[in-house]
């Protein structure tokens, strides 16, 4: 019996097990993005999925703003931290978040009322700080090597709230409007954070909530933050500045169907994401601090090979389906764009190993390489994307991208040949 158990919780332990759970959790919160997106496209029209695909876009971008870059720093860190100093930070770092969404209340409200949508803007503000904390509890739980318990926490927040709405508003055709879309947002939001503090309610929270708050703590992490700060910036800039490209050149409806094709590749990038790179990340760190560059060197090879043979596998599964998803809408305009997703499934293979690379550099803590790279990916693509556009249209973005993919990789390999200490030279 004891040897039984003991094999159980070496079949549980394995990395391909633990991969393919998460991937299995991961699939339901994609499906669920999914079918939102198709759901909104058929029922609410191309133009409200053009919308909250902006939406979408503003969570992601103005978190990583109000993060300085001081979250991506410390939550490094707490791989090799006791509860007490990851609650310490947290502290700090929480109450300085909390202090500046506070601040943009007012903002949002008089935006709102200029373009007659108050309650709108309020609840944009409130979803964006609930994806803001949901997200670096996600970060969190994982680099603490709790892979699973992190996506367990995040398909709270990321699924079940989608496939209540979409089965409430299919029965319910008053529900179909973008503020409810928002409210079921919030609500889900907030049972995520709730389930958070339950999970962490053996922490040393009243300990680090008695001392007073240390300024210098705010100095001395914004100053070692900002190349991460800046690589932070400029890359959920390059992940939706497209979406607004999109919309000041074109239409609403065509960005609705950008929109659309997009959300099944960034699945796929998703996918790859939880259930490789996200699930190695603690390990590659690990593995680099042990100074056993050999052993990082190998670990850094299997998972790229993982996330490229990944790619391949979903990206046909997409192809295949896809087709099917489109004649359901019934909107024609999404069959005449449909090779616009055919280019995006091939351009994958170039973003998946920029990813793969970054993600190389990040664990041998190379910011300086991560700002350059991620720089050189904004400016590239700010610049081609406005002519891209203008001469291929819809297509020009996805045109864009995988140029600018292509050069990135081009870099990153070029600057790891050209460092001669036994470390970045060697991989790939």
């Known amino acids: 019996m004891t040897n ?6 070496k079949i549980l332990e394995n990395d391909t097990v633990s991969s393919l759970s998460i991937m299995g959790m991961r699939v339901g919160m994609l499906l ?24 979408v876009g503003g969570a992601a971008t103005v978190q990583v703003m109000l993060r300085g870059g001081v979250f991506e720093t410390f939550s490094r860190e707490a791989v090799h931290q006791t509860k007490t100093e990851i609650v310490g930070h947290l502290r ?4 300085g ?13 008089l935006l709102g009322a200029y373009f007659g949508s108050p309650k709108i803007a309020v609840l944009m503000l409130i979803v964006f700080l609930i994806e803001h904390f949901s997200y670096d509890i996600f970060v969190l739980t994982n680099n603490l090597q709790r892979p699973k318990l992190a996506n367990i926490v995040l398909s709270l927040q990321s699924a079940v709230w989608i496939y209540l709405f979409v089965i409430l508003a299919f029965f319910i055709p008053s529900l179909r409007n973008l503020e409810t879309v928002l409210l079921f947002w919030v609500g889900a939001g907030i049972i995520t954070i709730a389930m958070a503090m ?4 053996k922490w040393p929270w009243k300990e680090a909530f008695i001392q007073p708050l240390n300024r210098a703590w705010y100095k001395e992490n914004l100053k070692k933050s900002w190349r991460l700060y800046a690589s932070a910036v400029m890359a959920v800039s390059v992940l939706y500045i497209d979406r607004y490209f999109i919309g000041a050149f074109l239409t609403l ?13 960034n699945a796929i990038c998703n996918l790859v994401g939880a259930g490789v790179l996200q699930v190695y990340r603690p390990h590659l760190i690990m593995a680099y601090k042990e100074t056993d560059f050999q052993k990082f060197k190998q670990l850094f090879k299997h998972v790229f090979i993982r996330g490229e043979i990944s790619t391949i596998g979903l990206s046909l599964i997409v192809a295949l389906i896809f087709p099917f998803v489109v004649k359901y809408i019934d909107n024609p305009l999404l069959m005449d764009y449909l090779p616009l997703l055919w280019l995006m499934l091939v351009t994958l293979l170039a973003r998946i190993a920029v990813d793969l690379y970054s993600l190389g550099v990040y664990s041998q803590k190379k910011d300086s390489l991560v700002v350059k790279t991620s720089l050189l990916r904004l400016v590239i693509y700010v610049l081609l994307m406005p002519l891209a556009l203008m001469v291929f249209e819809i297509y020009g973005a996805v045109v864009a991208m995988l140029l600018m993919n292509i050069i990135v990789i081009l ?4 600057c790891w040949k050209k460092t001669g200490n036994g470390s970045m030279k060697e991989i790939q």
Not at 4 to 9: A, D, F, H, I
Not at 97 to 109: G, K, M, Q
Not at 253 to 264: C, D, K, R
Request: one cysteine or more.
């Open 4 to 9: 039984t158990l003991s094999v159980c919780k």
């Open 32 to 55: 669920a993005k999914l079918l939102l997106s198709i759901f909104i496209a058929r029922y609410m029209g191309l133009s409200d999925l053009g919308i909250f695909g902006l939406i």
């Open 92 to 95: 700090h770092y929480g109450t």
């Open 97 to 109: 978040v909390s202090l500046l969404y506070i601040l943009l209340l007012p903002i949002a409200v």
């Open 198 to 201: 339950i999970f962490t309610r």
């Open 253 to 265: 409806e065509i960005l609705g169907v950008y929109v659309l094709f997009s959300q099944a590749a």
């Open 411 to 414: 870099y990153i390999r070029s």
